[in-house]
């Protein structure tokens, strides 16, 4: 990273920084599935923890406690016109997933520091870009930096679980109050240090939109009864039938604007001949789609995917269901919709004995921030500045985060944090022996200082 020698003075104690983060992580603020699971105490001792560390934050930014577990800090600019933006990470982790503990190279939650690394869940998703954001204020200000434009900090406390209560509440609590916001930056992606294909630099990854997150159910209802007397078509075949379908009749493959963005960002810095590949993707797009189409991972970019994740039928072996259930789970591509796309589930389907419900948490793909925005083009030379050597490129998100809440209220949405991940490292997030360098740790504080310093001017 480039040495910031600007005409600003940092002096980050990185060494405490990592201390911190292995406190934070110490908080076993652990998402469920069934949120009343949720040790509140967790999160509140973590608040407080934040409170003690960071003394000047606390005491020069408001605090909201939203919800009973969110936070929502306002760091008020000079100038009431200037549009503020929001920066955001979350605080809950997801659990360790049972059987793996004796797996972990120190415990997940003994925020250890160890040969440079500081272990623990949350280390890479997220509580490092908490304590980086909140390092990065703390230092700001002791610098006496006082911002133009109005700073939000939100962290949510069940982005795990699709942070209806925390993200969702603090958008509505802005939004209520009437703020429309520049930008909001939220984690999503990230410095892949391995590069991409036909590019050996690393790649800063910015997500500049999110697919849509869609869960249907499918139920047929039936008599029931004995099993020794089988109606000629059971709902249990029907509802396999369905599923079958679905699975022969994919999705149309497409290439979306972000997607076509990332290939041109790569295709200015890609070797031959990805290089020429990437730069007439229109030209190449057949062989490009069937290339793409080959892995999930890829695939994803370019179609709305359906993955069936629960079947339910008869608790007992030797009776007939009354009811059957599948269930799916659907991550839209953008210009699609929750409509158009169940519309399309139910002509696949063709049978109208099948119920299709939609379940709650579902929500339409975010809107598309531009690249050619002030906003995309500021954190792109951030990156740049801070990270010289790397590639800077666009891209969409497939899985789901906090920000999409805010999509009413702000004119872009980006989500990165400079987290430098290998292709191996992608599996500590959510995985087992989750672990963040120091050195990272460094370069994410002074990442969120300079851009706080540069876009809150
Ligand atoms: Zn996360």
């Excluded at 909001?184 to 240090?193: A, P, Q, S």
Aim: aromatic share 6%.
């Amino acid at each position: 990273m480039k040495d910031l020698a600007t005409n600003f003075t940092m002096r980050m104690d990185v060494n405490r920084a990592a201390e911190h983060l292995a406190a934070a992580i110490r908080f076993k603020t652990i998402s469920h599935q069934d949120q009343s699971k949720l040790d509140r105490r967790e999160f509140t001792a973590l608040h407080s923890y934040l409170r003690v560390t960071y003394p000047l934050l606390h005491r020069m930014l408001t605090r909201e406690i939203v919800n009973d577990l969110s936070l929502l800090y306002t760091w008020k600019g000079s100038n009431e016109g200037a549009e503020p933006i929001l920066l955001m990470a979350h605080l809950d982790v997801v659990p360790v997933e049972q059987g793996t503990e004796n797996d972990w190279v120190h415990p997940p939650f003994a925020g250890v520091i160890d040969k440079d690394f500081v272990w623990g869940r949350g280390a890479l998703d997220i509580k490092n870009s908490v304590i980086g954001l909140m390092e990065a204020v703390e230092c700001l200000l002791r610098d006496g930096f006082a911002p133009t434009r109005t700073i939000y900090l939100a962290f949510g406390h069940d982005e795990e679980v699709i942070g209806m209560e925390g993200a969702a509440e603090i958008s509505r609590t802005l939004r209520e109050r009437g703020v429309r916001l520049a930008y909001v930056l939220d984690e999503g992606g990230f410095i892949r240090i391995d590069g991409m294909p036909g590019v050996k630099k690393p790649v800063a990854m910015v997500a500049v939109a999110e697919k849509g997150y869609l869960t249907l159910e499918l139920v047929v209802n039936e008599a029931g009864g004995h099993s020794g007397m089988p109606p000629r078509r059971t709902a249990v075949g029907r509802v396999a039938a369905a599923l079958c379908r679905l699975e022969r009749n994919p999705f149309p493959a497409r290439l979306t604007c972000p997607v076509r963005a990332m290939f041109e960002s790569l295709g200015r810095e890609a070797a031959p001949p990805y290089r020429y590949v990437y730069a007439n993707i229109r030209l190449f797009k057949p062989v490009v789609m069937s290339r793409l189409s080959a892995s999930p991972q890829s695939n994803a970019m370019i179609r709305t995917t359906i993955a069936p994740t629960m079947l339910k039928g008869s608790d007992k072996e030797n009776m007939m269901p009354r009811s059957v259930s599948a269930v799916i789970n659907i991550r839209i591509l953008p210009d699609e919709t929750r409509e158009s796309v169940t519309a399309r589930v139910k002509n696949v389907i063709n049978d109208p004995g099948i119920i299709v419900m939609e379940r709650k948490n579902s929500s339409d793909p975010s809107p598309v921030s531009d690249v050619r925005s002030p906003e995309y083009i500021a954190l792109k030379n951030t990156i740049l500045d801070l990270f010289p050597d790397t590639v800077v490129a666009p891209f969409l998100m497939v899985a789901a985060t906090d920000s999409r809440h805010f999509a009413s209220i702000s004119r872009q949405i980006l989500r990165f944090s400079p987290s430098r991940l290998s292709q191996e490292d992608m599996n500590l997030i959510h995985g087992t022996g989750e672990r963040i360098s120091i050195k990272n740790l460094e370069e994410i504080m002074t990442f969120y200082a300079e851009l706080i310093r540069r876009t809150a001017l």
